[in-house]
């Protein structure tokens, strides 16, 4: 009787470990920001001592973001792996490595995304990239080649049945020869008009801020298209000066204000909310070497992280979590001083001469808001690469099971920790 006893407060304990009450989930994907980019939005943004909404995120954990077959993450298969759970190969995209769909941590052939709204979950996918942006689109679609299926991978993204997209990328809804709302032609090659498809299926279309706030909060569903591509000018500070271009779009919605109406439109319907959230500018600037576009994105990660803790706030029973999957351009910070009476910029280092300072990588010199003692500093922002890193990736959380994020944190953690949190178990076989 005391061994049977003793079983079943063990297999009540081992139940305790992998099972939860269920929460809503809202994933935040600042692609390409490190720690480093951080640390220079706080200075920029913020001013040193000061706190961003990311650093009000108090749970944090190495991230390990290696794949199948590289130690650097892409874009696509770090989302492909954040979405199933299990490693996928550099040129996966929702795809194994025989360009299939894999199978998720689950068991099941379906990615969170899917299986959420298999289970009646409201569902939402924001980007303030194009739609075809892998950080949201892997969670929905599986193509082969990146480069070629992105016709494909909006074809799945209409049909999976989503509550809720915002993004851009109008170009490739429409036909080729067709004009658009901010495009002069679409891109598809096969015909198919996606925005009449979206409609006829259901989906409530906006083109604007005001006519998202307009919608109902139970609208069925909500298709956004606000850009014909992205919402921001993906180039270098010279090339945007060049042609007198600012590094977002005027007239488009913020990453802040898509999240504040995603969650108006999605909350109350009755069930937990699942939310991917992705900033693709932190990336496509950190790729440009475009420290001011750059700084622009991670103030609008921020200010939709801000948006998010309101909510949690709200609704206790959340779980917010963040990651990148990789380092956009390794963005990083050398400070400086300002000498004595004359105000010029001296270099923290005595043996780097002005000239070869101003010849640092990026060399472009901002100035940090004041720190407590009311003093505000100089510092460049330099860069290591225009390609994806690996190094100084944390995975941060607040609310439901966040406390769970700690230690190293492999990539696949970030699904099972996401999934647990919106289904109540953890995956089968994988558990934090």
């Known amino acids: 009787m005391i061994v049977k006893l003793l079983s079943a407060l063990a297999a009540s304990a081992l139940l305790a470990s992998t099972?939860?009450?269920?929460?809503?989930?809202?994933?935040?994907?600042?692609?390409?920001?490190?720690?480093?980019?951080?640390?220079?939005?706080?200075?920029?943004?913020?001013?040193?001592?000061e706190d961003l909404n990311w650093d009000k995120l108090e749970e944090i954990?190495?991230?390990?973001?290696?794949?199948?077959?590289?130690?650097?993450?892409?874009?696509?298969?770090?989302?492909?792996?954040?979405?199933?759970?299990?490693?996928a190969p550099y040129a996966g995209f929702g795809a194994d490595k025989n360009g299939e769909r894999p199978t998720a941590a689950s068991g099941q052939n379906a990615s969170l995304l899917h299986e959420a709204i298999a289970a009646g979950h409201p569902t939402g996918l924001i980007n303030s990239g194009s739609i075809i942006e892998p950080g949201t689109a892997a969670f929905a679609a599986t193509v082969k080649d990146r480069s070629k299926d992105s016709a494909e991978v909006v074809a799945q993204m209409i049909n999976v049945g989503t509550t809720l997209i915002l993004s851009g990328g109008e170009?490739?809804?429409?036909?080729?020869?067709?004009?658009?709302?901010?495009?002069?032609?679409?891109?598809?090659?096969?015909?198919?008009?996606?925005?009449?498809?979206?409609?006829?299926?259901?989906?409530?279309?906006?083109?604007?801020?005001?006519?998202?706030?307009?919608?109902?909060?139970?609208?069925?569903?909500?298709?956004?298209?606000?850009?014909?591509?992205?919402?921001?000018?993906d180039m270098s500070d010279e090339a945007l000066a060049a042609v007198e271009l600012p590094t977002?779009?005027?007239?488009?919605?913020?990453?802040?204000?898509?999240?504040?109406?995603?969650l108006r439109i999605l909350s109350g319907r009755g069930k937990d909310i699942f939310l991917v959230i992705e900033e693709e500018g932190t990336d496509n600037f950190g790729n440009n070497t475009n420290a001011i576009g750059t700084l622009d994105a991670l103030k609008r990660a921020d200010d939709a992280f801000g948006v998010a803790l309101e909510f949690l706030e709200a609704n206790p029973d959340t779980l917010i979590i963040t990651a990148a999957d990789s380092s956009a351009g390794g963005m990083?910070?050398?400070?400086?001083?300002?000498?004595?009476?004359s105000g010029e910029i001296m270099s923290q280092n005595r043996d780097i001469s002005g000239a070869e300072w101003d010849r640092m990588p990026g060399g472009k010199w901002f100035m940090a808001k004041p720190d407590r003692k009311g003093v505000a500093l100089p510092f460049i922002v330099t860069w290591a690469s225009v390609y994806d890193l690996s190094g100084g990736i944390v995975v941060k959380?607040?609310?439901?099971?966040?406390?769970?994020?700690?230690?190293?944190?492999?990539?696949?953690?970030?699904?099972?920790?996401?999934?647990?949190?919106?289904?109540?178990?953890?995956?089968?076989?994988?558990?934090?």
């Open 332 to 341: 990083d910070v050398i400070s400086s001083k300002v000498s004595g009476e």
């Open 19 to 49: 099972t939860s009450h269920a929460a809503n989930v809202i994933f935040i994907h600042p692609d390409g920001a490190g720690i480093s980019h951080w640390q220079a939005a706080r200075f920029f943004w913020v001013g040193p001592d």
């Open 171 to 233: 170009e490739w809804f429409l036909p080729e020869g067709t004009k658009g709302k901010f495009c002069e032609s679409g891109k598809r090659k096969d015909g198919r008009n996606l925005i009449n498809e979206a409609q006829s299926a259901g989906y409530a279309l906006v083109y604007t801020l005001d006519e998202l706030k307009a919608l109902p909060s139970d609208t069925p569903k909500v298709l956004g298209i606000f850009a014909e591509s992205h919402t921001f000018n």
């Open 397 to 432: 959380g607040a609310g439901k099971n966040a406390e769970k994020i700690k230690g190293s944190f492999d990539n696949t953690d970030v699904y099972a920790l996401m999934y647990e949190s919106l289904f109540g178990k953890a995956p089968a076989g994988k558990s934090r």
């Open 61 to 87: 954990a190495i991230y390990r973001g290696h794949l199948e077959d590289t130690l650097t993450a892409s874009s696509n298969a770090g989302a492909t792996i954040h979405a199933y759970g299990v490693k």
């Open 248 to 262: 977002y779009k005027p007239g488009t919605p913020t990453l802040a204000e898509m999240t504040s109406e995603a």
